[in-house]
T-cell receptor, first 114, second 113 residues
Framework: GAVVSQHPSRVICKSGTSVKIECRSL??????MFWYRQFPKQSLMLMAT?????????EQGVEKDKFLINHASLTLSTLTVTSAHPEDSSFYIC??????????FGPGTRLLVL | AQSVTQPDIHITVSEGASLELRCNYS??????LFWYVQSPGQGLQLLLK??????LVQGIKGFEAEFKRSQSSFNLRKPSVHWSDAAEYFC???????????FGAGTILRVKS
C-alpha cells in the first residue's frame, strides 16, 4: 500500500517550452503533497507544499510563477515548469502525505532542458 | 530551525558485516524522524520512522534505528548487510508528523563482496 506514481519518468524539452509532471497517489487519498528538487549528488530540497483545493505554499527562493502547482483532486498534483531553461534540468520528486502521517515518495522525473 | 547532519558521505562495508549510519538532528522539541533509502534514479522508500514511544524502532529489510534524545541522534543499523542494500540513505526530521521534512545530505553505502 501507499504507492505514489509520477509521470513522465523522463522528459527532454527545448528551452522556452513548458513541461507538466503528474504525481498521483494510487491507493490512498492525499490532501497534502510535496514537490522536491534534487541536484546530482545532493539531497532533496523542498520546493512547495501542495494542498488539495487551495494554493500551494512555496519555499523561500522558489518562483511560484515558474513552477506552477495544481492539486485539483485528492489523488493528483501537477507541477508545471513554465518556460523551462537548462538550469531547470534536475530530478523532480513528489511525495504524498499518506497513512501514518508519513510522506510516501514517487519514483521521480528526470527533466533535461536543451 | 531544523537541521539534519549525516557526517558520512560514503561508507563501504563488506557483505555480511554490520552497518551503522549516523544521523544527528537539531530541533527544539521532540522531532519526528525518518530514514529513507534511494536507489540510483529512483524515488525514496521509507525504511522506518520514529514518532514517539519505544526509542528502538524496527523497519523493513532488517533495518533498525535508535532515537537517543541526549545525543540528538537517530542512527540506522543493520546486523548483516546484503549486496542489495547498496544505495543512498537519507535521514529526515519533521516538526509535525510527515510535514515539511528536512533531509540530511545523504550517505552512499557501497557493499563489497
Amino acid at each position: 500500500g501507499a504507492v505514489v506514481s509520477q509521470h513522465p519518468s523522463r522528459v527532454i524539452c527545448k528551452s522556452g517550452t513548458s513541461v507538466k509532471i503528474e504525481c498521483r497517489s494510487l491507493d490512498f487519498q492525499a490532501t497534502t503533497m510535496f514537490w522536491y528538487r534534487q541536484f546530482p549528488k545532493q539531497s532533496l530540497m523542498l520546493m512547495a507544499t501542495s494542498n488539495e483545493g487551495s494554493k500551494a505554499t512555496y519555499e523561500q527562493g522558489v518562483e511560484k510563477d515558474k513552477f506552477l502547482i495544481n492539486h485539483a483532486s485528492l489523488t493528483l498534483s501537477t507541477l508545471t515548469v513554465t518556460s523551462a531553461h537548462p538550469e531547470d534540468s534536475s530530478f523532480y520528486i513528489c511525495s504524498a502525505l499518506g497513512p501514518g502521517e508519513t510522506q510516501y515518495f514517487g519514483p521521480g522525473t528526470r527533466l533535461l532542458v536543451l | 530551525a531544523q537541521s539534519v547532519t549525516q557526517p558520512d558521505i560514503h561508507i563501504t562495508v563488506s557483505e555480511g558485516a554490520s552497518l551503522e549510519l549516523r544521523c544527528n538532528y537539531s530541533y527544539g522539541a521532540t522531532p519526528y524522524l525518518f530514514w529513507y533509502v534511494q536507489s540510483p534514479g529512483q524515488g525514496l522508500q521509507l525504511l522506518l520512522k520514529y514518532f514517539s514511544g519505544d526509542t528502538l524502532v524496527q523497519g523493513i529489510k532488517g533495518f533498525e534505528a535508535e532515537f537517543k534524545r541526549s545525543q540528538s541522534s537517530f542512527n540506522l543499523r543493520k546486523p548483516s548487510v546484503h549486496w542489495s542494500d547498496a544505495a543512498e540513505y537519507f535521514c529526515a526530521v519533521g516538526a509535525v508528523s510527515g510535514n515539511k521534512l528536512v533531509f540530511g545530505a545523504g550517505t552512499i553505502l557501497r557493499v563489497k563482496s
